[in-house]
T-cell receptor
Framework: GAGVSQTPSNKVTEKGKYVELRCDPI?????LYWYRQSLGQGPEFLIY????????DSGLPNDRFFAVRPEGSVSTLKIQRTERGDSAMYLC????????????FGPGTRLTVL | RKEVEQDPGPFNVPEGATVAFNCTYS??????FFWYRQDCRKEPKLLMS???SGNEDGRFTAQLNRASQYISLLIRDSKLSDSATYLC???????????FGKGTLLTVNP
């Protein structure tokens, strides 16, 4: 079956602009996660959704970052007033539920802020 | 101190070699442990979960020592296709908020 998909695969933007990154989880997966991976580092947790609600957004670095999942499926990560330090790979993962299930990662969106 | 620390690497080994990766974690409340594999410019994929009793999957053996807060991965008879970054991963029990180490790059040479 289809895995987690993310669009766009690459996004280049200018400092100060607004960007939206989209994640389409595996069908039927209720749990969805966003991670950010900088070069040479492991992924870092940003936010976790169970269904439509953000159950844990403690990893969002500041209030320029926001994510939604209005219908409990597709999620959008929104970044306002982008900064060069936001440049990274943004990875989305989904799992059947939050407890005891493998997280499947999408191919990521590589964001470059010039 | 980082929550998950791994061998810095990189590791360069010939085909057929045995290679071991080590990882320590700082949070004694951690309950689940994994090794993920990440190919260059690709997403991480679960290689194996790690259990206290130790577990083996073909050429791969994972060990966990809760007392020392130490996790290891052993790869025997390494193949060219094993070349990748290996990520040590822990979480505190609800299986969300995975905490990753920096990863160790392995290159297997012909």
């Amino acid at each position: 079956g289809a895995g987690v998909s993310q669009t766009p695969s690459n996004k280049v933007t200018e400092k100060g602009k607004y960007v939206e990154l989209r994640c389409d989880p595996i069908s039927g997966h209720t749990a969805l996660y966003w991670y950010r991976q900088s070069l040479g580092q492991g992924p870092e947790f940003l936010i976790y959704f169970q269904g439509t609600g953000a159950a844990d957004d403690s990893g969002l670095p500041n209030d320029r970052f926001f994510a939604v999942r209005p219908e409990g499926s597709v999620s959008t990560l929104k970044i306002q007033r982008t900064e060069r330090g936001d440049s990274a790979m943004y990875l989305c993962a989904s799992s059947l539920s939050s407890v005891g299930n493998e997280q499947f990662f999408g191919p990521g969106t590589r964001l470059t802020v010039l | 101190r980082k929550e998950v620390e791994q061998d810095p690497g990189p590791f360069n080994v010939p085909e057929g070699a045995t290679v071991a990766f080590n990882c320590t974690y700082s949070n004694s409340a951690s309950q689940s442990f994994f090794w993920y594999r990440q190919d260059c410019r690709k997403e991480p994929k679960l290689l194996m979960s790690v259990y206290s009793s130790g577990n083996e999957d073909g050429r791969f053996t994972a060990q966990l020592n809760r007392a020392s807060q130490y996790i290891s991965l052993l790869i025997r008879d390494s193949k060219l296709s094993d070349s990748a970054t290996y990520l040590c991963v822990v979480n505190r029990g609800s299986n969300y908020k995975l905490t990753f180490g920096k990863g160790t790059l392995l290159t297997v040479n012909p």
